[in-house]
């Protein structure tokens, strides 16, 4: 393997939505320093961590029926059952939601948590508090898919926050995804919920770290069996 190869095969891929951000960070770097040197290596640095805040890693996603993974980098934020938004149309019962809280140096990539198609996409304008907090579900800005398939139907929702002003969503309803497939992305900082049917047991923990595509979240062909009561949020 030749130097270039391995040089090559050591960088993390940039997804397309951050060249123009990597773009005009380096223009104002070379604009700035022009004028003020020291501004040049700060600007430099800045431009480097706006290209590593858009890397998109491959991901190896388990294939096994029924496992639902996460749809993106970050910590467990909540775990419990609580009421979907409205505009998804899921039902007004409370179902399983596991909340993922992504900082601005997680990838944010989404990616799809399990292979289906997509029956709904739901946009809501809304508020920016900070995604940790709990009432970011509701009140701030958030887009909203629901996948089905033969065994299930999830809802995923793309909540903006303190810092994340702007959800990307390339997917429509009628697609198909597959588990794993890349769905979209929120720039700096946010949070992703995923709503499960009746009955699922999570396999995550407050707190735990989540790789997006690779985490298994749930499986949603074990039921919840002796589990002790979950508390509910309103």
């Known amino acids: 393997m ?12 940039i997804h397309r939505e951050g060249w123009p951000f990597i773009a005009i960070a380096f223009t104002a770097t070379i604009v700035v320093g022009w004028f003020v040197d020291p ?11 706006v290209a590593y805040f858009f890397r998109d890693p491959p991901r190896v996603t388990p ?6 993974v996460s749809p993106a980098d970050g910590v467990v934020s909540h775990c419990g059952l609580a009421r979907p938004p409205k505009e998804l149309e899921l039902g007004q019962e409370p179902m399983m939601r596991v909340s993922i809280f992504m ?13 289906g198609r997509i029956t709904r996409v739901a946009y809501r304008a809304g508020k920016f508090l900070n995604a940790e ?13 629901v996948i089905e398939n033969e065994k299930a139907t999830i809802g995923v929702v793309q909540i903006a926050g303190l810092v994340a002003r702007r959800i ?7 697609e198909t995804l597959t588990a794993g497939e890349r769905f979209g992305l929120i720039r700096f900082g946010s949070r992703l919920d995923v709503y499960f049917p009746e009955g699922t047991q999570p396999k995550v923990a407050l707190g735990q770290t ?3 595509g690779e985490t298994v979240l ?10 002790q009561p979950l508390t509910r949020v309103s």
Do not use: Y
Not at 136 to 145: P, Y
Not at 218 to 227: F, H, I, S, W, Y
């Open 2 to 13: 030749s130097l270039v190869d391995s040089v090559t095969k050591a960088l993390v891929p």
């Open 39 to 49: 501004l040049f290596w700060i600007g430099l640095a800045l431009t480097g961590w």
């Open 63 to 68: 294939v096994r029926e029924g496992l639902v």
């Open 103 to 115: 900082n601005v140096f997680n990838c944010h990539v989404n990616r799809a948590p399990m292979h």
């Open 133 to 145: 907090l709990d009432k970011a579900s509701e009140d701030n800005e958030r887009n909203g898919l």
């Open 168 to 174: 990307v969503c390339f997917v429509r309803e009628g």
């Open 210 to 212: 989540m790789i997006a």
């Open 218 to 227: 749930a499986d949603l062909r074990e039921t919840q069996v002796n589990a």
